[in-house]
Protein backbone atom coordinates (compact mmCIF):
# COMPACT_ATOMS: atom_id res chain seq x y z
CA UNK A 1 0.00 0.00 0.00
CA UNK A 2 1.22 3.56 -1.22
CA UNK A 3 1.00 6.78 0.69
CA UNK A 4 -1.39 7.95 -1.64
CA UNK A 5 -3.84 4.70 -0.54
CA UNK A 6 -3.60 5.85 2.75
CA UNK A 7 -5.08 8.96 2.44
CA UNK A 8 -7.76 7.67 0.49
CA UNK A 9 -8.84 4.69 2.67
CA UNK A 10 -8.04 6.74 6.34
CA UNK A 11 -11.27 7.04 8.14
CA UNK A 12 -12.74 9.98 8.27
CA UNK A 13 -13.30 12.09 10.93
CA UNK A 14 -16.71 13.05 12.74
CA UNK A 15 -15.89 16.13 13.85
CA UNK A 16 -13.59 19.27 12.92
CA UNK A 17 -10.20 19.77 14.06
CA UNK A 18 -9.84 22.83 16.21
CA UNK A 19 -6.24 24.18 17.24
CA UNK A 20 -5.17 24.89 20.97
CA UNK A 21 -2.17 26.78 22.73
CA UNK A 22 -1.66 25.21 26.01
CA UNK A 23 1.05 26.76 27.98
CA UNK A 24 2.99 25.99 30.66
CA UNK A 25 2.88 28.32 33.46
CA UNK A 26 5.13 25.96 36.17
CA UNK A 27 2.17 24.35 37.79
CA UNK A 28 3.35 20.60 39.02
CA UNK A 29 0.60 18.94 37.06
CA UNK A 30 0.52 20.36 33.75
CA UNK A 31 1.15 16.77 32.48
CA UNK A 32 -2.21 16.03 33.65
CA UNK A 33 -3.64 18.82 31.19
CA UNK A 34 -1.27 17.69 28.29
CA UNK A 35 -2.46 13.95 28.37
CA UNK A 36 -6.19 15.43 28.49
CA UNK A 37 -5.85 17.54 25.47
CA UNK A 38 -3.89 14.73 24.32
CA UNK A 39 -7.31 12.67 24.66
CA UNK A 40 -9.74 15.03 22.49
CA UNK A 41 -9.55 13.72 18.82
CA UNK A 42 -10.85 16.98 17.71
CA UNK A 43 -8.13 18.89 18.66
CA UNK A 44 -4.69 19.83 17.60
CA UNK A 45 -2.46 20.66 20.18
CA UNK A 46 0.66 23.04 20.17
CA UNK A 47 2.81 23.22 23.45
CA UNK A 48 4.28 26.89 24.71
CA UNK A 49 5.78 28.16 28.03
CA UNK A 50 5.10 31.59 29.85
CA UNK A 51 8.13 33.05 28.38
CA UNK A 52 7.49 32.04 24.42
CA UNK A 53 3.91 32.52 24.42
CA UNK A 54 3.54 35.48 22.15
CA UNK A 55 5.62 34.24 19.88
CA UNK A 56 4.03 30.80 19.50
CA UNK A 57 0.69 32.61 19.20
CA UNK A 58 1.70 34.37 16.37
CA UNK A 59 3.34 31.31 14.48
CA UNK A 60 0.20 28.89 15.35
CA UNK A 61 -2.64 31.34 15.42
CA UNK A 62 -5.08 28.98 17.37
CA UNK A 63 -8.40 28.67 17.94
CA UNK A 64 -7.68 28.76 21.69
CA UNK A 65 -5.58 29.47 24.21
CA UNK A 66 -5.12 26.94 27.88
CA UNK A 67 -2.81 28.64 30.34
CA UNK A 68 -1.82 26.09 33.02
CA UNK A 69 -1.07 28.13 36.55
CA UNK A 70 0.52 27.05 39.63
CA UNK A 71 -0.79 31.14 40.94
CA UNK A 72 -3.09 33.62 40.13
CA UNK A 73 -0.29 36.29 40.68
CA UNK A 74 -0.06 39.51 39.32
CA UNK A 75 3.02 38.47 36.32
CA UNK A 76 0.10 35.74 35.52
CA UNK A 77 -2.43 38.72 35.37
CA UNK A 78 -0.03 40.30 32.93
CA UNK A 79 0.88 37.53 30.84
CA UNK A 80 -3.13 37.02 29.95
CA UNK A 81 -3.35 40.64 29.46
CA UNK A 82 -0.62 40.60 26.80
CA UNK A 83 -2.33 37.43 24.85
CA UNK A 84 -5.89 39.74 25.14
CA UNK A 85 -3.52 42.55 23.84
CA UNK A 86 -2.46 40.45 20.45
CA UNK A 87 -6.26 39.12 19.76
CA UNK A 88 -8.58 40.95 21.00
CA UNK A 89 -11.21 38.03 20.46
CA UNK A 90 -9.10 35.04 21.41
CA UNK A 91 -10.76 32.79 24.31
CA UNK A 92 -8.65 32.40 27.07
CA UNK A 93 -9.26 28.99 29.18
CA UNK A 94 -7.68 29.41 32.88
CA UNK A 95 -6.45 26.11 34.50
CA UNK A 96 -5.61 26.05 38.42
CA UNK A 97 -6.08 25.30 41.85
CA UNK A 98 -8.78 26.46 43.95
CA UNK A 99 -8.67 30.54 44.03
CA UNK A 100 -10.36 32.68 46.21
CA UNK A 101 -13.67 34.93 45.23
CA UNK A 102 -11.26 38.03 44.09
CA UNK A 103 -8.83 36.28 42.13
CA UNK A 104 -12.04 34.66 40.36
CA UNK A 105 -13.16 38.52 39.96
CA UNK A 106 -9.76 39.42 38.72
CA UNK A 107 -9.97 36.81 35.70
CA UNK A 108 -13.30 37.99 34.81
CA UNK A 109 -12.20 41.54 34.39
CA UNK A 110 -9.62 40.27 32.00
CA UNK A 111 -12.26 38.23 30.27
CA UNK A 112 -11.01 34.63 30.08
CA UNK A 113 -13.32 32.42 28.61
CA UNK A 114 -13.51 30.27 30.95
CA UNK A 115 -11.91 28.94 34.41
CA UNK A 116 -11.48 25.45 35.09
CA UNK A 117 -9.68 23.72 38.25
CA UNK A 118 -7.90 20.96 39.21
CA UNK A 119 -8.19 18.21 39.35
CA UNK A 120 -9.30 18.57 35.59
CA UNK A 121 -12.10 16.59 33.97
CA UNK A 122 -11.19 16.13 30.43
CA UNK A 123 -15.19 16.81 29.57
CA UNK A 124 -14.89 19.68 31.24
CA UNK A 125 -11.45 20.50 29.18
CA UNK A 126 -13.36 19.58 26.13
CA UNK A 127 -16.66 21.59 26.85
CA UNK A 128 -15.04 24.64 27.51
CA UNK A 129 -12.49 24.25 24.61
CA UNK A 130 -15.37 23.62 22.35
CA UNK A 131 -17.84 26.41 23.43
CA UNK A 132 -14.64 28.80 23.14
CA UNK A 133 -14.29 28.41 19.86
CA UNK A 134 -17.44 28.54 18.74
CA UNK A 135 -18.32 31.90 20.38
CA UNK A 136 -14.96 33.12 19.00
CA UNK A 137 -16.12 32.81 15.72
CA UNK A 138 -19.54 33.81 15.96
CA UNK A 139 -18.70 36.67 17.68
CA UNK A 140 -16.44 37.56 14.66
CA UNK A 141 -17.94 35.77 11.43
CA UNK A 142 -21.47 35.01 10.78
CA UNK A 143 -22.35 31.46 8.83
CA UNK A 144 -25.86 31.33 7.12
CA UNK A 145 -26.91 28.32 5.60
CA UNK A 146 -29.98 28.42 2.85
CA UNK A 147 -31.57 25.29 2.49
CA UNK A 148 -34.55 24.23 -0.06
CA UNK A 149 -37.45 21.57 1.31
CA UNK A 150 -37.43 19.91 -2.61
CA UNK A 151 -36.00 20.69 -5.65
CA UNK A 152 -36.89 23.87 -7.18
CA UNK A 153 -38.25 25.88 -3.77
CA UNK A 154 -35.79 28.43 -4.79
CA UNK A 155 -32.70 28.15 -1.74
CA UNK A 156 -30.18 28.72 -4.87
CA UNK A 157 -31.95 31.97 -5.80
CA UNK A 158 -32.28 32.99 -2.06
CA UNK A 159 -28.79 32.36 -1.48
CA UNK A 160 -27.05 34.44 -4.29
CA UNK A 161 -29.60 37.11 -3.31
CA UNK A 162 -28.42 37.03 -0.07
CA UNK A 163 -25.09 37.11 -0.43
CA UNK A 164 -25.55 40.41 -3.07
CA UNK A 165 -27.41 41.92 -0.79
CA UNK A 166 -25.02 41.75 2.02
CA UNK A 167 -22.09 42.59 -0.34
CA UNK A 168 -23.91 46.09 -0.94
CA UNK A 169 -24.70 47.22 2.48
CA UNK A 170 -21.91 49.41 4.17
CA UNK A 171 -21.84 47.51 7.27
CA UNK A 172 -21.11 43.97 6.02
CA UNK A 173 -18.94 44.72 3.24
CA UNK A 174 -16.32 46.39 5.41
CA UNK A 175 -15.66 42.22 6.44
CA UNK A 176 -16.58 40.65 3.19
CA UNK A 177 -18.61 38.19 1.54
CA UNK A 178 -18.72 34.99 1.13
CA UNK A 179 -20.88 32.97 -0.93
CA UNK A 180 -20.24 29.10 -0.93
CA UNK A 181 -22.07 26.94 -3.17
CA UNK A 182 -21.79 23.09 -1.85
CA UNK A 183 -24.20 21.52 -3.73
CA UNK A 184 -21.29 20.26 -6.04
CA UNK A 185 -23.55 18.25 -8.49
CA UNK A 186 -24.41 20.89 -10.17
CA UNK A 187 -22.64 24.23 -9.02
CA UNK A 188 -26.05 26.10 -9.89
CA UNK A 189 -24.81 29.28 -8.20
CA UNK A 190 -21.95 29.69 -10.30
CA UNK A 191 -24.65 28.98 -13.25
CA UNK A 192 -27.10 31.84 -12.20
CA UNK A 193 -24.24 34.30 -12.36
CA UNK A 194 -22.22 33.33 -15.25
CA UNK A 195 -18.86 32.24 -13.72
CA UNK A 196 -17.94 29.15 -14.12
CA UNK A 197 -15.33 27.96 -12.08
CA UNK A 198 -12.98 25.82 -13.76
CA UNK A 199 -9.99 25.27 -11.35
CA UNK A 200 -9.32 21.42 -10.55
CA UNK A 201 -9.80 20.08 -7.13
CA UNK A 202 -8.94 16.71 -7.62
CA UNK A 203 -5.25 17.87 -5.83
CA UNK A 204 -7.40 18.45 -2.59
CA UNK A 205 -9.66 15.57 -3.06
CA UNK A 206 -6.73 13.01 -2.67
CA UNK A 207 -5.45 15.35 0.19
CA UNK A 208 -7.95 17.48 2.37
CA UNK A 209 -5.03 18.75 4.27
CA UNK A 210 -3.79 20.88 1.69
CA UNK A 211 -6.98 23.31 2.29
CA UNK A 212 -5.31 26.65 3.61
CA UNK A 213 -6.13 30.44 2.95
CA UNK A 214 -3.88 30.63 0.27
CA UNK A 215 -5.95 27.59 -1.57
CA UNK A 216 -8.65 29.46 -0.64
CA UNK A 217 -7.67 32.55 -2.50
CA UNK A 218 -6.51 30.65 -5.67
CA UNK A 219 -10.46 28.85 -5.94
CA UNK A 220 -11.60 32.28 -4.96
CA UNK A 221 -13.80 34.08 -7.66
CA UNK A 222 -14.64 37.69 -7.07
CA UNK A 223 -17.80 39.29 -8.20
CA UNK A 224 -18.36 42.73 -9.60
CA UNK A 225 -20.24 43.62 -6.76
CA UNK A 226 -18.02 42.92 -4.13
CA UNK A 227 -18.54 38.47 -2.62
CA UNK A 228 -16.26 35.58 -3.35
CA UNK A 229 -18.07 33.01 -5.12
CA UNK A 230 -16.92 29.15 -4.22
CA UNK A 231 -19.03 27.24 -6.64
CA UNK A 232 -17.95 23.75 -8.76
CA UNK A 233 -19.54 21.64 -10.85
CA UNK A 234 -18.17 18.05 -9.59
CA UNK A 235 -20.42 15.80 -9.14
CA UNK A 236 -18.46 12.58 -8.51
CA UNK A 237 -17.09 14.55 -5.42
CA UNK A 238 -20.64 14.18 -3.66
CA UNK A 239 -19.94 10.26 -2.97
CA UNK A 240 -16.05 10.70 -2.43
CA UNK A 241 -14.98 9.19 0.12
CA UNK A 242 -12.80 12.35 1.35
CA UNK A 243 -15.73 14.49 0.74
CA UNK A 244 -16.54 14.69 4.54
CA UNK A 245 -13.47 15.85 5.23
CA UNK A 246 -13.07 18.25 2.14
CA UNK A 247 -15.91 20.21 3.06
CA UNK A 248 -15.37 21.07 6.23
CA UNK A 249 -11.44 22.13 5.88
CA UNK A 250 -13.21 24.21 2.93
CA UNK A 251 -15.73 25.70 4.99
CA UNK A 252 -13.46 26.53 8.06
CA UNK A 253 -10.60 27.93 5.33
CA UNK A 254 -13.52 29.94 3.66
CA UNK A 255 -15.52 31.42 6.51
CA UNK A 256 -12.53 32.47 8.24
CA UNK A 257 -11.98 34.91 5.52
CA UNK A 258 -14.83 36.32 5.55
CA UNK A 259 -17.41 38.67 8.07
CA UNK A 260 -20.51 36.68 6.70
CA UNK A 261 -20.65 33.63 4.37
CA UNK A 262 -23.63 32.12 2.64
CA UNK A 263 -23.93 28.70 2.25
CA UNK A 264 -26.08 27.17 -0.51
CA UNK A 265 -26.95 24.03 1.12
CA UNK A 266 -28.71 21.38 -1.26
CA UNK A 267 -31.58 19.87 -0.37
CA UNK A 268 -30.88 16.14 -0.41
CA UNK A 269 -29.31 14.08 2.29
CA UNK A 270 -25.15 14.06 3.12
CA UNK A 271 -23.00 13.25 6.00
CA UNK A 272 -21.70 16.26 6.43
CA UNK A 273 -24.84 18.74 6.44
CA UNK A 274 -25.86 17.86 10.22
CA UNK A 275 -22.52 18.47 11.32
CA UNK A 276 -22.30 21.80 8.93
CA UNK A 277 -25.59 23.38 10.50
CA UNK A 278 -24.21 22.57 13.84
CA UNK A 279 -21.49 25.36 13.13
CA UNK A 280 -23.63 28.03 11.87
CA UNK A 281 -25.39 31.25 12.73
CA UNK A 282 -28.55 31.38 10.97
CA UNK A 283 -30.67 28.19 9.11
CA UNK A 284 -33.15 29.11 6.55
CA UNK A 285 -35.21 26.14 4.31
CA UNK A 286 -36.76 27.66 1.36
CA UNK A 287 -39.95 25.99 0.68
CA UNK A 288 -43.07 27.16 -1.75
CA UNK A 289 -46.38 27.72 -1.55
CA UNK A 290 -48.30 24.85 -1.35
CA UNK A 291 -49.20 22.38 1.29
CA UNK A 292 -46.52 19.66 0.26
CA UNK A 293 -44.03 21.72 -0.30
CA UNK A 294 -44.80 23.14 3.19
CA UNK A 295 -44.94 20.08 4.82
CA UNK A 296 -41.75 18.41 3.64
CA UNK A 297 -40.22 21.75 5.34
CA UNK A 298 -41.61 21.04 8.55
CA UNK A 299 -40.35 17.74 7.76
CA UNK A 300 -36.95 18.68 7.16
CA UNK A 301 -36.63 21.22 10.30
CA UNK A 302 -38.15 18.08 12.28
CA UNK A 303 -35.49 15.54 11.21
CA UNK A 304 -32.70 18.31 11.70
CA UNK A 305 -33.19 18.51 15.13
CA UNK A 306 -34.11 14.96 15.37
CA UNK A 307 -30.75 13.90 14.81
CA UNK A 308 -29.32 15.70 17.69
CA UNK A 309 -26.30 18.22 18.40
CA UNK A 310 -26.52 22.06 18.63
CA UNK A 311 -28.48 23.47 15.77
CA UNK A 312 -29.38 27.28 15.30
CA UNK A 313 -33.09 28.30 14.69
CA UNK A 314 -34.55 27.06 11.68
CA UNK A 315 -36.47 29.85 9.97
CA UNK A 316 -38.78 29.13 7.19
CA UNK A 317 -39.08 31.30 4.11
CA UNK A 318 -42.20 30.47 1.55
CA UNK A 319 -41.19 31.50 -1.82
CA UNK A 320 -43.59 32.44 -5.01
CA UNK A 321 -46.01 34.06 -2.75
CA UNK A 322 -48.88 35.36 -5.33
CA UNK A 323 -51.64 37.63 -3.50
CA UNK A 324 -54.98 37.99 -4.65
CA UNK A 325 -56.75 41.12 -5.62
CA UNK A 326 -57.85 41.62 -2.15
CA UNK A 327 -54.80 40.54 -0.39
CA UNK A 328 -55.84 36.94 -0.10
CA UNK A 329 -53.82 33.79 -0.87
CA UNK A 330 -54.48 30.71 -1.92
CA UNK A 331 -53.90 28.55 1.29
CA UNK A 332 -55.22 30.91 3.85
CA UNK A 333 -52.61 31.70 6.94
CA UNK A 334 -54.85 30.14 9.78
CA UNK A 335 -53.86 26.56 7.77
CA UNK A 336 -50.05 27.89 7.18
CA UNK A 337 -49.89 28.68 11.44
CA UNK A 338 -51.26 25.48 12.21
CA UNK A 339 -48.65 23.40 9.58
CA UNK A 340 -45.52 25.25 11.03
CA UNK A 341 -47.17 26.32 14.96
CA UNK A 342 -44.35 28.10 16.80
CA UNK A 343 -41.51 27.92 13.80
CA UNK A 344 -40.53 31.45 12.61
CA UNK A 345 -41.56 31.52 9.00
CA UNK A 346 -41.75 34.65 6.29
CA UNK A 347 -42.89 34.79 2.70
CA UNK A 348 -41.13 36.39 -0.35
CA UNK A 349 -43.14 37.42 -3.61
CA UNK A 350 -43.37 35.67 -6.88
CA UNK A 351 -41.26 38.03 -9.49
CA UNK A 352 -41.00 34.65 -11.78
CA UNK A 353 -40.33 37.16 -14.89
CA UNK A 354 -37.83 39.32 -13.83
CA UNK A 355 -35.98 36.50 -11.70
CA UNK A 356 -35.82 34.45 -14.72
CA UNK A 357 -34.53 37.16 -16.87
CA UNK A 358 -31.41 38.09 -14.36
CA UNK A 359 -30.77 34.34 -14.47
CA UNK A 360 -30.94 34.49 -18.45
CA UNK A 361 -28.35 37.76 -17.96
CA UNK A 362 -26.19 35.93 -15.96
CA UNK A 363 -26.53 38.62 -13.15
CA UNK A 364 -28.17 39.62 -9.85
CA UNK A 365 -31.68 40.61 -9.69
CA UNK A 366 -30.40 43.96 -8.37
CA UNK A 367 -28.83 44.92 -11.58
CA UNK A 368 -31.74 44.38 -13.31
CA UNK A 369 -34.26 46.44 -10.46
CA UNK A 370 -32.77 47.61 -6.97
CA UNK A 371 -36.61 48.10 -6.35
CA UNK A 372 -38.18 44.95 -6.75
CA UNK A 373 -40.29 43.35 -4.13
CA UNK A 374 -38.44 40.66 -3.87
CA UNK A 375 -35.37 42.29 -2.69
CA UNK A 376 -37.25 44.02 -0.19
CA UNK A 377 -38.96 41.70 1.57
CA UNK A 378 -35.40 39.14 1.28
CA UNK A 379 -33.45 42.46 3.08
CA UNK A 380 -36.16 42.74 5.81
CA UNK A 381 -35.95 38.94 6.42
CA UNK A 382 -32.14 39.13 6.91
CA UNK A 383 -32.28 42.37 9.63
CA UNK A 384 -35.65 40.72 11.48
CA UNK A 385 -35.10 37.06 11.17
CA UNK A 386 -31.36 36.69 10.77
CA UNK A 387 -30.20 39.44 12.83
CA UNK A 388 -27.69 40.97 10.40
CA UNK A 389 -27.83 44.68 10.46
CA UNK A 390 -27.99 47.27 7.67
CA UNK A 391 -29.04 45.05 4.84
CA UNK A 392 -31.07 47.79 2.38
CA UNK A 393 -32.59 46.61 -1.14
Not at 225 to 233: A, K, N, Q, V
Request: charged share 25%; with cysteine; hydrophobic share 40%.
Amino acid sequence: MNAQDLITTEPKSRMRKMTALVVDCGHPDFSLLKAATEELSNVTMHLASSQNVLARLRDVTPDIVVLDIAEFSAERAELIDGLRGQSHDLPIIVVSDALDDQQVRRLMKLRVHDWLRHPLSTVDLHNAIISGARSSKQSTNRVHAVTSANGGAGATTVAVMLADLLARSTETKRNGVGLFDLDFSTGACGDLLNMENTFNLDSVLSNPGRVDAEFVSLIQQRHPHGFSLYSFRKPELVTHLNCYELVLRLLDAVTAQHGHTVLDIPYYETDWRQDVLAEVNSLTIVCELNLPSIKQALALRNQLHAEGGRLPQAHILINKRRKGFFGSQRIAESRIKQLLGEIPYSYLPNEDEALSEAMDRGIPLSELNRSSRFLKELARFAVQKLHIEGVKA
